[in-house]
Nanobody, 125 residues
Framework: QVQLVESGGGLVQAGGSLRLSCAAS????????MGWFRQAPEKEREFVAG????????VYADSVKGRFTISRDNPKNTVYLQMNSLKPEDTAVYYC??????????????????WGQGTQVTVSS
């Protein structure tokens, strides 16, 4: 079992930045690929970014490429999402997720087994 707790969400103006953190506990964090997803009201949960267990493989959704950066600190059991140049359309609940894969980074929601409770990000125009 892996427990995931997100933090760092909040209200920010367009063009601003936020850094989300996801702290993991339970089974060995470094074994898992990790991902960030987001869900806006009345929309499907969508993939944002993912990182393999070693950090060697990183993937981003086209909508955030060049603005968001995913990283992980395995000794601290934490994965981060640095979000810059935020836009109102980035407003959503952001979820951290752990995949049972290690080197492969899934883009699909069903590729992830453990989920956090989410943190709200609101970008005002």
């Amino acid at each position: 079992q892996v427990q995931l707790v997100e933090s760092g969400g909040g209200l920010v103006q367009a063009g601003g930045s936020l850094r989300l953190s996801c702290a993991a506990s339970g089974r060995t964090f470094s074994n898992y690929a990790m991902g960030w997803f987001r869900q806006a009201p009345e929309k499907e949960r969508e993939f944002v970014a993912g990182i393999s267990w070693s950090g060697a493989s990183i993937v981003y959704a086209d909508s955030v490429k060049g603005r968001f950066t995913i990283s992980r600190d395995n000794p601290k059991n934490t994965v981060y999402l640095q979000m810059n140049s935020l836009k109102p359309e980035d407003t959503a609940v952001y979820y951290c997720a752990a995949s049972l894969t290690g080197s492969y980074v899934p883009r699909q929601r069903n590729g992830y087994y453990y989920w956090g409770q989410g943190t709200q990000v609101t970008v005002s125009s």
